[in-house]
């Protein structure tokens, strides 16, 4: 089984959400939406990070960066609704004798705190774990796990904005224009000699600025974890468009050509649409992280990008991941 | 590093969270509380199921268990606060090609929407993962994980009692009456001829009565995942009392003696505590699931049971967990 297929599978399912009244939104956006029986709306989202798979192998990675991009990444999905973070839950399968795991729940404490949204509830599990005592053996089950990797899945509770209330992938219509924040293909930060997956900044404030700005009219929204191609055919595909981009106009990180802009996963910039009427800034003034045009919005399906004269489908230009 | 350590490591961080005023409660009780913006309460809760220590590996477990145990768990936490769960978040990570991953969606799909916590988004991994096109070069991370067992983090969103509000571990008072729901100690449930541990009934319907009937005279309430004697040393320490139980009151299941029912893990019943001057009905007139006066809460530290004339301490008689 893919992982793609997990995801189809998921949203097939997800119509069944229709008889929660409470539930605004479901998977296939960067966050879900419920209301709570008061009136208020809360953001929640899940991501995991698997050693392997998301980052190397400690100690190629620190440990205080494994902590860091597990909590950003989901932080900046609560961005991508426009929202404020509240509170995160972490729970964590570490390899038995790592040597690591207070420095570890240090990182997560801390990072949490950072972006506002403080580690409440954790439940920690040890690979190739033995039972002390003897009263395992009425449980039915075996008390030795095989020895494995580290997984931490860290879920994030937000509160969308104030005033524009949460911003969806679904939300763009034909006359939009297409923005992305930042610089995309980047792969390594100059500044740390990280990898850029590792030091990224999720765009809290350039969401919220967004937000404030434009109100209803920043029509839709999302964070680029998969590659602008992939996801931004996600994007069109939750609102029932076609998203058409310009090579010429996307931003791409130095070193980095279009393509790898278009097809490099862990940008975690922000991919929104507004109206090509409205005059966008061309810089949150709050940070000095850059808004950038790269495209219109037009009836139709997919999302392909003009270059040299062809358009070219880009739909299938990223990562898969299994994010719902 | 045990599980317990990592949990006093986590509590001790826990104290820089007053400086978040919107915590109403962190780690140390069965579910984290957050107070909204707008002044509603949200309950939060993590668990993890992990293949081999949860649960014994499928198919021995059958699918639709081992989904249906990952939700219960923490719903029953949810219960244990007085709460209402809202939404399921989950975290998986997959074994490669076991050939269950769409029923075992269908199954979390299935038991989130029975406790009213739809399934409003996940994160799905596969171990043994390989990247199918060539950009993960780019991101300076193995694209291949060791294979794994089954790991399943899951995430509840509930909201308190409307009139109680959340109900907490660290209530309990001198003079308290303690008691529990249900029977203790049972590893078999004859009905189904399955491990109780994977078919017990979260005590959502229980719970609600109690803080109807009680109010804020249900002083603190906790679920009994890790055995009578460790929970109970904990709901004492929470609240700064002494639990003294008669090992006579306590309601053992057929087949075990107070020892086992002190002692067995995984019994998700409720204990809690009430001025020993109110009655408390026999059971739950909505379920019939019974409550049973077990001992009183005295000035002190610890758990301990009165049996053949003698105290004994049982405060470290479960399983150790790094539930936090």
């Not at 399968?93 to 972006?115: I, K, M, N, S, T």
């Not at 990280?194 to 937000?211: D, K, S, V």
């Amino acid at each position: 089984v893919r992982e793609s297929e997990l995801l189809d599978h998921i949203y097939r399912r997800s119509s069944e959400l229709e008889r929660f009244a409470h539930v605004v939104a479901g998977p296939g956006h960067d966050c879900a939406v419920i209301a709570l029986p008061g009136g208020e709306c809360a953001l929640l989202k899940v991501d995991q990070l698997v050693e392997g798979i998301h980052f190397a192998p400690f100690p190629r990675t620190p440990v205080n960066l494994i902590a860091r991009k597990a909590v950003a990444r989901a932080i900046s999905d609560i961005a991508a609704a426009g929202g404020r973070p509240l509170a995160t839950l972490v729970g964590g399968v570490l390899p038995r004798d790592c040597g690591y795991a207070e420095d570890l729940l240090d990182g997560l404490v801390q990072w949490a705190a950072h972006w506002n949204a403080p580690l409440v509830g954790g439940d920690t599990a040890i690979w190739d774990f033995s039972r002390s005592d003897s009263s395992g053996a009425e449980q039915g089950t075996s008390q030795v796990a095989p020895a494995g990797p580290l997984v931490l899945s860290v879920s994030v509770v937000g509160v969308p904005h104030g005033q524009r209330g949460p911003v969806l992938r679904s939300g763009a219509r034909t006359g939009d224009a297409v923005y992305v924040s930042g610089v995309l293909g980047g792969t390594f930060d100059a500044r740390t000699a990280l990898g850029r997956h590792l030091t990224f900044e999720p765009r809290l404030i350039e969401a919220r600025f967004l937000c404030d700005l434009l109100g209803d009219d920043l029509h839709a929204m999302m964070d680029l974890s998969d590659g602008l191609g992939r996801d931004g055919a996600r994007l069109a595909a939750a609102s029932g468009v076609k998203l058409v981009l310009e090579s010429a106009a996307i931003p791409a990180a130095p070193g980095a050509r279009w393509q790898g802009a278009i097809a490099g996963g862990e940008d975690y910039e922000l991919l929104f649409t507004a109206p090509a009427t409205i005059a966008i800034p061309h810089q949150c003034t709050d940070t000095g992280v850059a808004f950038q045009r790269i495209g219109r919005v037009e009836a139709g399906a997919g999302c392909v990008v003009q270059a040299e004269g062809r358009e070219i489908d880009c739909s299938a230009m990223g990562w898969e991941h299994g994010e719902g």
